[in-house]
């Protein structure tokens, strides 16, 4: 099923009837609303999505008597008087998308003739359930069109009316308008206009309708008739609510002419990071009004064949640079954060503790599985949190070897297209390339080990050895599958392994012996170096690299002790940045697992929330938490922020954590793995499960592509290289045809993606629904076979 564009039109005033409670009046106020707007010589119309009960009590067929030749339409009516999903039992469910986009196309025809206002009136208070029994807040989410919520005049109401704006606020509604009953008696509506008109929403209160008849005979029926259009025509001449259609015909226009100055204004004020400004235009920058689930709602991207509607939905193809794993918007995580907000606020960290730090402390460490660590140091994102793994392993290399890093260079040891973040200090652990070149203060300090690389080519996995390093490590090797690479109990025993270690370890030798380096730390991006260029590094060599590392102390230092089991550490500190291959981005809660290697220190953030809140942590040993610990103040890890593990972020990682857990072990990814099952089985021997949401078939079809020199997935993570007669590297211009295809999408949906040079990648949430993913790789299809 196609995603649902969020709803906006200039020719149509479209608004959502929400009601604090049940049996609160909403249909009387949306047939107010509708005999105001057709007796200023303008269209209405009404739409019931869900109604059930009796035909003839239908909210729908009461506008369409009342409503002075208001439009009215219903798509799913059931003859039970009780909640849509419990009347819905007996007859054939529509699926939620299939309603929104009902929804959505009746509005948008709407738009295209002479209607001007319209309104969907949902069933019962805000989380009524909807006929698949979720909550209609939720359910209808991804229209978000702008609200005017019918509070509750009666005993109780304030309460139920404020939690219902709060319940919409907290889903990212716009609530435009409140209208309720006047009560002498309860005056919910002096309490209410009070508490609104401090939100700057306008709230009108209209007087109470005339009370039914108790004895519905045909006289009775016929003066209640005549009661209720009196009603209707006094109702709907009062000044408050012609001001406030008049309020909201305005509120639409300016929306709109937000929408329409974003881009320039940013263009003006905005400095972008990774961004070259000369050349930039105003049309260049993407306007996103808002997100839900995997899609941006963004202006001025084309408008879908279907729809007339100022809004599209664009597929957040870089899952808005790797941090989205449980989809925009999801309303658990919020409620989490607002929990956590309203219970805490911020609270300071140091010396102090608080529930959500303690609660993701613990759970992460049992996430990760590795025995060696035992201790987690919070920060605000993966580059700071790399600043303090750094920290840690110099600090942890220098006090076992006795060297003093104010007189000596202290190096690390690393892979060529690392990239570990933008502060100076892990700046300078990443070779000199466009990210650091022409930073003034970069000094880069280590070694960057060239790697073999693992890629699809002509519907064939193989590792391709960099030219140079053929004669050390061995010609290209084709593989059967992608699992068969990462078969490392295998592979180790090879003789390409042994190429491997020997190679590494000679290197060392020589940089240690020759040329007088000191190594401090070895620090990977375990299988996939992301900013670097997505360059999937073949999993036996940087286990051969940890291996080389740890069982040959003796490179570093002449008085290094003998070779240690874990959990101490051996020959250098190991630290795995898993900021973006970690925690299910990669399909598996860590990316080490892939190797088989327990890092010392480990760095994760980006899915550690779901994408909704920056947050990081950085996970050490206690044999490296002990080498800080002294007399001296000025010998602790002296690092922190002012919002060091901020407890809206803990929380929000908690229940992020727990959701990817249940979700590797519920099933939800089991059509993947089956997908990728079959692939493994053309190998002789049984191999690790490795899948990826992309399928395997999308990957033969792209790989033989004319203009594709390689492909890869794994996870969620899909690689395109494109061939550039120029050359590969960051500074490529072989993948923006690409990128403009998809940018130009279908009539679904578009695609905002990101190139690395010559690489267009895409990346998928874990949540990601199979329709979405299949459409994207049609899209694909159609634009590179």
């Known amino acids: 099923m196609a995603p649902v564009g969020a709803g906006l039109w200039r020719t149509l005033r479209a608004h959502q009837v929400y009601g604090a409670n049940t049996d609160v009046g909403k249909t009387i106020v949306s047939t107010v609303l509708c005999n105001a707007v057709q007796r200023q010589k303008q269209r209405a119309a009404f739409l019931k999505p869900v109604s059930t009960g009796a035909l003839d009590d239908a909210d729908d067929r009461h506008i369409e008597r009342y409503g002075a030749g208001t439009l009215t339409k219903c798509l799913y009516q059931f003859d039970e008087p009780v909640s849509p999903h419990i009347a819905a039992k007996s007859k054939t469910i529509p699926r939620d998308d299939d309603l929104l986009a009902s929804i959505h196309k009746t509005l948008s025809t709407w738009a295209r003739t002479d209607i001007d206002f319209a309104l969907v009136e949902t069933a019962g208070g805000v989380h009524s359930p909807g006929p698949n029994g979720n909550s209609q807040a939720d359910l209808y989410r991804p229209l978000r069109l702008p609200i005017v919520l019918v509070a509750d005049s009666r005993l109780g109401g304030i309460s139920s009316s404020i939690s219902a704006y709060e319940s919409l606020l907290l889903r990212g509604y716009d609530v435009q308008s409140v209208l309720l009953f006047r009560d002498d008696y309860y005056q919910n509506h002096d309490y209410l206009g009070e508490y609104f008109r401090n939100k700057s929403i306008p709230l009108v209160h209209l007087p109470a309708p005339p009370s039914k008849p108790l004895q519905m005979d ?36 300016q929306r709109i002419e937000k929408l329409e100055e974003m881009a320039n204004r940013a263009h003006d004020l905005i400095w972008y990071p990774f961004t070259q400004h000369q050349g930039m235009q105003a049309k260049d920058i993407t306007v996103i009004d808002s997100a839900h689930d995997d899609y941006f709602q963004t202006f001025g991207s084309g408008r879908t064949e279907n729809s007339e509607s100022e809004l599209r939905p664009t597929f957040d193809g870089s899952a808005s640079w790797w941090t989205q794993g449980l989809g925009h918007g999801n309303p658990d995580l919020a409620l989490s954060a607002a929990y956590a907000a309203g219970r805490y606020g911020h609270v300071m960290f140091a010396g102090a503790i608080h529930e959500p730090a303690l609660s993701l402390a613990d759970n992460l460490l049992k996430a990760l599985d590795n025995p060696r660590f035992g201790k987690v140091f919070y920060t605000d994102n993966g580059s700071t949190g790399m600043e303090v793994a750094v920290k840690m392993g110099l600090r942890v290399a220098c006090d076992r070897y006795g060297w003093d890093a104010s007189e000596e260079k202290i190096n690390i040891l690393g892979l060529k297209g690392s990239y570990h973040g933008d502060t100076i200090g892990v700046m300078d652990c990443s070779e000199p390339s466009t990210y650091n070149k022409k930073v003034e203060w970069y000094r880069g300090r280590g070694h960057w080990f060239d790697f073999p690389l693992v890629k699809m080519v002509d519907g064939k996995w193989k590792v391709e050895v960099p030219a140079e390093l053929q004669e050390d490590l061995g010609s290209d090797m084709d593989f059967n599958s992608l699992g068969s690479v990462f078969d490392l109990d295998q592979r180790l025993g090879s003789e390409t392994s042994q190429r491997y270690k020997k190679y590494i370890h000679d290197t060392i030798k020589d940089l240690v012996d020759t040329h007088g380096m000191k190594f401090g730390a070895l620090i990977l991006e375990p299988v996939i170096l992301g900013a670097g260029g997505m360059l999937f590094c073949d999993p036996l060599f940087q286990r051969c690299l940890t291996d080389v590392v740890r069982e040959h102390p003796e490179l570093f230092s002449s008085n290094a002790p003998p070779a240690k089991e874990s959990p101490s550490w051996s020959g250098l500190p190991v630290v795995f940045d898993e900021v973006f291959t970690g925690l299910y981005r990669l399909g598996r809660p860590t990316s080490a697992s892939f190797l088989g290697v327990h890092p010392d220190i480990a760095v994760n953030a980006k899915l550690l929330t779901g994408g909704l809140i920056p947050l990081c942590t950085t996970a050490a040993s206690k044999e490296i938490f002990d080498t800080f610990s002294s007399p001296e103040k000025s010998d602790a890890l002296l690092h922190g922020h002012s919002y060091t593990a901020h407890a809206m972020g803990c929380t929000v990682a908690v229940d992020s954590l727990r959701t990817m857990s249940e979700m590797d072990k519920d099933g939800s990814w089991d059509g993947y793995r089956a997908d990728w099952r079959e692939e493994s089985t053309l190998t002789e021997t049984a191999t690790p499960e490795v899948w990826s949401v992309w399928s395997n078939a999308l990957l033969k079809d792209l790989s033989c592509a004319e203009s594709v020199e390689s492909v890869f997935a794994i996870g969620t993570v899909l690689s395109i290289s494109l061939h550039d007669e120029q050359g590969a590297g960051y500074t490529s211009n072989a993948a923006k045809g ?18 690395l040079g010559n690489v267009l990648y895409l990346m998928s949430s874990v949540t990601s629904k199979p329709e979405s993913l299949k459409e994207m790789e049609r899209l694909l299809r159609s634009s590179l076979t």
């Open 218 to 253: 045909a006289d009775a029926l016929k003066r209640d008739e005549e009661a209720m259009f009196k009603y209707y025509r006094q109702a709907s001449e009062e000044s408050d609510i012609l001001r406030l259609l008049d309020e909201l015909n305005l509120r639409n226009e």
């Open 738 to 755: 690409l990128q403009q295809d998809l940018a130009a999408g279908g009539d679904q949906f578009n695609v905002h993606s990101r190139v």
